[in-house]
C-alpha cells in the first residue's frame, strides 16, 4: 500500500510537470503574440491552448484523485493548483484583448509556480529516500527551467516589439536571469554526475546558445536599447530548450 501511494505522488509530480511545461509554450507564443500586436502567431497560441487544455485536464483529475493521500502541506498545494485551472480562462482573455508581453510572461510564471509548489510538497510526501531524492532533483530542474522559459518570453515579445517597451519588463529578465542561476546553482548542489551530464547535454544545442546570446544581447544593451534578435528564430529556439529540458 505505501509503495502505491508513492507511486501515485510520483505520477501527480509527472503530470503536473506536463502542465508546467505546457504554460511554458503557451506563454512563449503569448507573448509573441501581444508584442506582435496580436497580428500574428494566432495559430501558435490556439495549439499550444490546446495542448495545455489537454495537459490541464489530465494533471487535474490526477491531483482531485490523489490529494487525499498526501501531507497536509500536499493537500493545500494541491488545492492551490487545482484552482489555478479556473483561471487560466481570464488570463487568455486578457492576452487577447488587455495585456502587455511582460504581463504574459508574469502570470504565467506566477501559475507555474503554483504546479512546482505541489511538485516540492509531493517530494516531501513520499517517504523512499530514494525516490524522494529523485523528486527533489527534478523539482530543482523545473525550477531552472522555468526561469529560462520565462526569459524567453521576456525576449520574444521585446523581439515583436523591437525593444523593453512595456514598463519594468527589462527589470524583469534581468530578474529572470538572475534567478536562472540561483536555480542553476541548487541543481548542481544536489543533482547525481549523471543527470548533470544529462541536463548539460540538453543545453549544449544552438538552440541554447542562440537564446542565451539573444538574451546576454539584451541585457548588455539595457533597458531603453532596440532589442533586434529575430522573434521567428528565438521562438523555434526557445521552444526547443524547453522541450529539451522537458523529461
Same mark, same amino acid.
Given at each position: ?11 501527480v509530480?509527472?503530470?503536473? *510537470? ?30 499550444t /491552448?490546446?495542448?495545455?487544455?489537454? =495537459?490541464?485536464?489530465i494533471?487535474? $483529475? ?14 493545500? *498545494? ?81 523581439? $515583436? ?14 530578474? =529572470? ?20 551530464? $544529462? ?5 549544449t544545442? $544552438? ?7 539573444? /538574451? ?13 534578435a ?9 521552444? *526547443? ?7
Amino acid at each position: 500500500a505505501v509503495w502505491k501511494a508513492v507511486e501515485s505522488l510520483v505520477a501527480v509530480a509527472q503530470v503536473d *510537470s506536463d502542465v508546467v511545461d505546457a504554460l511554458q509554450q503557451e506563454s512563449l507564443y503569448s507573448s509573441a503574440f501581444v508584442g506582435a500586436d496580436r497580428k500574428a502567431w494566432q495559430s501558435q497560441v490556439k495549439t499550444t /491552448r490546446q495542448a495545455t487544455d489537454t =495537459a490541464m485536464a489530465i494533471a487535474i $483529475e490526477r491531483l482531485k484523485a490523489d490529494q487525499a493521500k498526501g501531507s497536509s502541506s500536499f493537500r493545500s *498545494s494541491a488545492g492551490l493548483a487545482i484552482d489555478s485551472a479556473d483561471k487560466l480562462t481570464y488570463i487568455r482573455d486578457a492576452v487577447d484583448q488587455g495585456y502587455r508581453f511582460d504581463q504574459v510572461a508574469s502570470t504565467y510564471g506566477a501559475l507555474q509556480d503554483t504546479f512546482l509548489a505541489t511538485n516540492l510538497t509531493v517530494a516531501d510526501a513520499v517517504q523512499d529516500p530514494q525516490v524522494a531524492s529523485e523528486l527533489r532533483t527534478a523539482a530543482a530542474l523545473a525550477g531552472y527551467k522555468a526561469a529560462i522559459a520565462r526569459q524567453a518570453s521576456l525576449l520574444v515579445g521585446a523581439a $515583436e516589439q523591437g525593444g523593453f517597451t512595456a514598463e519594468g519588463s527589462y527589470n524583469q529578465l534581468v530578474a =529572470a536571469s538572475s534567478d536562472e542561476a540561483s536555480q542553476e546553482a541548487i541543481f548542481s548542489s544536489i543533482a547525481s554526475t549523471d543527470r548533470k551530464g $544529462e541536463v548539460r547535454d540538453a543545453l549544449t544545442t $544552438e538552440a541554447r546558445v542562440g537564446l542565451e546570446a539573444a /538574451r546576454d544581447a539584451a541585457l548588455d544593451g539595457g533597458a531603453d536599447a532596440d532589442v533586434t534578435a529575430d522573434p521567428k528564430a528565438l521562438a523555434v529556439s526557445a521552444g *526547443s530548450v524547453i522541450t529539451e529540458l522537458h523529461e
